[in-house]
């Protein structure tokens, strides 16, 4: 079983930027998929930005261009760099593992709030 930690969530001015961070208990080097959502209060969850095995990102539309998603399977963790945030990228933000035996898991989230 993998546990799942986001950090790297706060209150922030639109503009601004906010790294957050998922770090896993165990190894995700052979992870088939790993993914940013995010949940806004009275919405569903939605994808954010996901990335494979081999290194190919996938981005929301919204968040294309100022998101970035990174892996590093040394440190077993995933990376969302956010970068010109706006009010409406509030939300709680969690990370999903998706493991080659087809397990998911998922962290419990960290909350984004940016202001006008």
């Known amino acids: 079983q993998v546990q799942l930690v986001e950090s790297g969530g706060g209150l922030v001015q639109a503009g601004g930027s906010l790294r957050l961070s998922c770090a896993a208990s165990?190894?995700?080097?052979?992870?088939?998929?790993l993914g940013w959502y995010r949940q806004a209060p009275g919405n569903q969850r939605e994808s954010v930005a996901t990335?494979?095995?081999?290194?190919?990102?996938n981005y929301a539309d919204s968040v294309k261009g100022r998101f970035t998603i990174s892996r590093d399977n040394a440190k077993n963790t995933i990376y969302l760099q956010m970068n010109s945030l706006k009010p409406e990228d509030t939300a709680v933000y969690s990370c999903n593992v998706h493991t080659d035996s087809g397990l998911s898991y998922w962290g419990k989230g960290t909350l984004v709030t940016v202001s006008s």
């Open positions: 165990g190894s995700i080097s052979r992870a088939n998929g």
């Open positions: 990335i494979n095995i081999i290194g190919t990102t």
